[in-house]
């Protein structure tokens, strides 16, 4: 049985950069380069197995804009209707 921790937000997201850096689980942290580049067109599935051709690669996160979302893979941004939200690597494939 799995117990956990009742925890705040801000406590969670420590937890998660904890995680993070003690692992390296995600390029380029890992060794691994990148596999996408800005303008690299792309088709996005979400964790539904809904697939979104046609995409774009528009942007690269760093760490800097968010560390929650990046400590927890998300890496690339794509024109969708959320641009504003980046992506995760594993999310992502080639047109």
């Not at 705040?8 to 390029?27: G, I, M, N, R, Y």
């Not at 380029?28 to 051709?53: A, I, R, S, W």
């Not at 979302?69 to 690597?89: H, N």
Request: include cysteine.
């Amino acid at each position: 049985m799995i117990v956990m921790k009742s925890m705040s937000h801000h406590e969670a997201v420590k937890e998660l950069v904890k995680q993070h850096d003690a692992t390296a689980p995600f390029a380029p942290e890992n060794g691994e380069p990148l596999k996408f580049n800005v303008g690299d067109k792309v088709t996005y599935v979400n964790d539904y197995g809904c697939e979104f051709h046609d995409r774009k690669i528009t942007g690269i996160m760093n760490r800097k804009d968010d560390e929650s979302l990046y400590c927890s893979g998300r890496r690339y941004y794509i024109d969708s209707d959320c641009p504003w939200m980046p992506v995760k690597e594993s999310n992502l494939r080639p047109a």
